[in-house]
């Protein structure tokens, strides 16, 4: 009887003597769109009891807009079907809009909200992360953005020392920049105080004054003859930032 050759072993048997290493496991995903947006639900419900109900009822008010125009016009089903999404759209913007407002109530009163707050302000901004004047005993302090309306300080902590902090930064901008506006958004609850949630609208509303080669100069006025001040312990504006992408459910 004829030796078995090796052409004689099984596949299998040949194959496993020259199989590649197994490829390393595949890096873990990270979470889904859907599980996102249920965790930022989450999160804005525990801060905003009434969420369910508002975006519920937005939902069904544009259902039933959609119904009530589809049975004028004979053609309820479609609409019904035009409803449905514009319906669901209609939540989730609910949603994306509270849960920005939640975010900035967990970060209000920690040291480097209010630079936290400037930067949801992006496109034709320049914004400094950290403060450009701290009180090291109290941890009042300052930060800056550059725009279209010129520079607008907004302050951090308790009102009377922060106002004086910010009226000195804005003496050192108007000699460093004199043509320059400066504006003071003051942050916090009370009169004449913005909450940390409107300090990006109330930048945007500033009237205009710069062109944008105007602020690109100005920053590096701004950068090249300003001194950065050191920031004292406590102060940490990275910490402080709210997640963007999940108070907008991405």
Known sequence: MANSTDSDAPKSA????????????????????????????????????????????????????????????????TMLIIAVPLGLLAAVFILSRRAERAAFTQIEGQPGASGAALSILRRGWILEEQPVAVNPRSQ??????????????????????????????????????????????????????????????????????????????????LAALGTRLPIPKGIDPYKARPDRKASRGR
């Open 14 to 77: 040949r194959r496993g003597l020259f199989s590649r290493k197994p490829k390393a496991e595949k890096k873990k995903k990270g979470p889904g769109r859907m599980k996102q947006i249920a965790d930022v639900f989450k999160m804005t419900r525990r801060n905003d009891p009434n969420l369910v109900w508002v975006m519920a009822g937005a939902f069904l008010g544009i259902i039933a807009v959609g119904l009530l125009i589809g049975l004028l016009i004979d053609n309820w089903i």
């Open 140 to 221: 009042e302090a300052v930060f800056r953005a550059i725009g279209r309306p010129g520079i607008v300080l907004v302050t951090e902590g308790a009102p009377g020392r922060a106002k004086a902090l910010a009226d000195g930064e804005r003496r050192r901008m108007n000699r460093i920049a004199p043509n320059v506006p400066v504006h003071v958004i003051q942050t916090g609850k009370g009169e004449n105080l913005t909450p940390l949630s409107q300090v990006a609208k109330k930048a945007k509303k500033l009237p205009k004054a710069l062109t944008k080669q105007e602020v690109q100069a100005v920053n590096k006025r």
